[in-house]
């Protein structure tokens, strides 16, 4: 079983349209982040949810909006896409927050056309 | 603040040789310390970690020891292996700050 799931895998798009990738993990961890990695691997936080209320929100556009249904899923909703959001997005969980080991998804690849 | 800082890649090394990564940080507190490696179209996997100053992380072969008075976390192994070929990141954590800090990664290529 996979542990923390991310769909869709890929994701090709145009400069203007709305895109969501969703992500569930099945480890019964309390705390859920969303990474942006470019096209250097540099990783970036966006955003941590900690049993669904947001933790971390750095500074992110406002085009990027998380959703926490409930502590095993957190979506992430894009507006208006831009060729800056071209990257890797990985979903990630821990047990909780702070020096937990966090497990990674295997990531979105979204590409802007 | 927090912060990791990493050796820049790429790192090319033949098959059998010795690696190193440096990694350094500066943090607030007393933070626990991680790698994490990321295999080609796949997300990070914790390689070790380190909660205290003198801790020892291992796996695989890989070795790096927290190092409080040089603020290091060095990644080491004695003989690498092709299927070592990844990328390497360095990461802070702990439970005052809430999150994990990473570095900005190194890319290694072993040859065989």
């Known amino acids: 079983d996979t542990a923390v799931s991310q769909t869709p895998k890929y994701l090709v798009t145009q400069m203007g349209n709305d895109k969501s990738i969703k992500c569930e993990q099945n480890?019964?961890?309390?705390?859920m982040y969303w990474y942006k990695q470019d096209s250097k691997k540099f990783l970036k936080i966006m955003f941590s949810?900690?049993?669904?209320?947001?933790?971390i929100n750095e500074t992110v556009p406002n085009r990027f909006s998380p959703k926490s249904p409930d502590k095993a899923h957190l979506n992430l909703h894009i507006n208006s896409l831009e060729l800056g959001d071209s990257a890797v997005y990985f979903c990630?969980?821990?047990?909780?927050?702070?020096?937990?080991?966090?497990?990674f998804g295997d990531g979105t690849r979204l590409s802007i056309l | 603040g927090n912060s990791v800082t990493q050796m820049e890649g790429p790192v090319t090394l033949s098959e059998e040789a010795f690696l190193t990564i440096n990694c350094t940080y500066t943090?607030?507190?007393?933070?626990?310390l991680f790698w994490y490696v990321q295999y080609p179209g796949e997300g990070l996997q914790l390689l070790l970690k380190?909660?205290?100053?003198?801790d020892k992380g291992s796996n695989k072969g890989f070795e790096a020891t927290y190092r409080k008075e040089t603020t290091s976390f060095h990644l080491e192994k004695g003989s690498v292996q092709v299927s070592d070929s990844a990328v390497y990141f360095c990461?802070?954590?702990?439970?005052?700050?809430?999150?994990?800090?990473f570095g900005r990664g190194t890319q290694l290529t072993v040859w065989p």
């Open positions: 990630a969980s821990s047990p909780r927050t702070g020096d937990q080991p966090q497990h």
């Open positions: 480890l019964g961890h309390d705390t």
């Open positions: 949810y900690n049993n669904k209320e947001l933790i």
């Open positions: 943090a607030t507190g007393y933070p626990s």
């Open positions: 380190a909660t205290k100053a003198d």
């Open positions: 990461a802070l954590g702990g439970s005052t700050l809430g999150r994990l800090y």
